[in-house]
């Protein structure tokens, strides 16, 4: 079950962190305007992750969970290197991209904390909650110090970096909370 909160806490905080500041990310870039289409296009392709998950979580748990830090860590690489350079185009991919990866992530969490947990699922639900929660809370403030003392810049390494921990855990969780193949 530490596995799974963990995992919790690190991949909301790395999501937030990017999502909580993306006009501040995306301005430098010439796409101070384009919030609009940059979330619009996160939010289609969650809803895509979330049909995707909806249909294959009973069968591959596992498989799923790394496949979301994998694409929200490959969106975070695309927004930070897009910030050093200067091309705006891929930061819509890595929208895209990172809805794919974060749409399903609450189902693959729940469930993942309730198989874990097994007749303690009430109280892992809890726990999960107060993790999620605690990573929105830090994520705003983690991202506003990072964008105010290192710059635009700094989150999407940042996030990367909760990601990599988030993707590293779920791969070593193979037994006691993300069980299966993958």
């Known amino acids: ?11 909301v905080l790395a999501h937030k962190i990017l999502y909580t500041y993306v006009a ?10 384009r919030t609009d289409t940059v979330l619009l296009l996160l939010g ?18 596992r498989t799923l969970a790394l496949t979301a830090c994998v694409l929200v860590a490959v969106a975070a690489l695309t927004i930070a290197a897009a910030l050093l350079g ?9 929208a895209a991209i990172w809805g794919l990866g974060f749409g399903g992530a609450a189902t693959l969490l729940q469930t993942a904390a309730a198989d874990a947990a097994d007749t303690a699922a009430d109280l892992a639900q809890s726990l999960l909650v107060t993790c999620w ?23 999407p390494w940042s ?12 791969a070593a969780a193979r037994w006691h909370g993300f069980p299966g193949k993958g």
């Open 1 to 11: 079950m530490g596995a799974v909160l963990a995992v919790t806490a690190s991949f």
């Open 24 to 33: 501040a990310l995306i301005e430098p870039l010439g796409l101070g305007g």
């Open 44 to 61: 289609l392709t969650s809803l895509l992750s979330i049909a995707l998950t909806g249909a294959l979580i009973d069968r591959h748990l």
């Open 86 to 94: 200067t091309a705006s185009w891929p930061v819509y991919g890595a």
């Open 133 to 155: 929660n605690l990573g929105i809370a830090a994520a705003a403030s983690t991202g506003g110090l990072l964008l105010d003392h290192a710059g635009p810049n700094s989150p």
């Open 159 to 170: 996030a990367l970096a909760l990601l990599a921990l988030a993707l590293t855990v779920t």
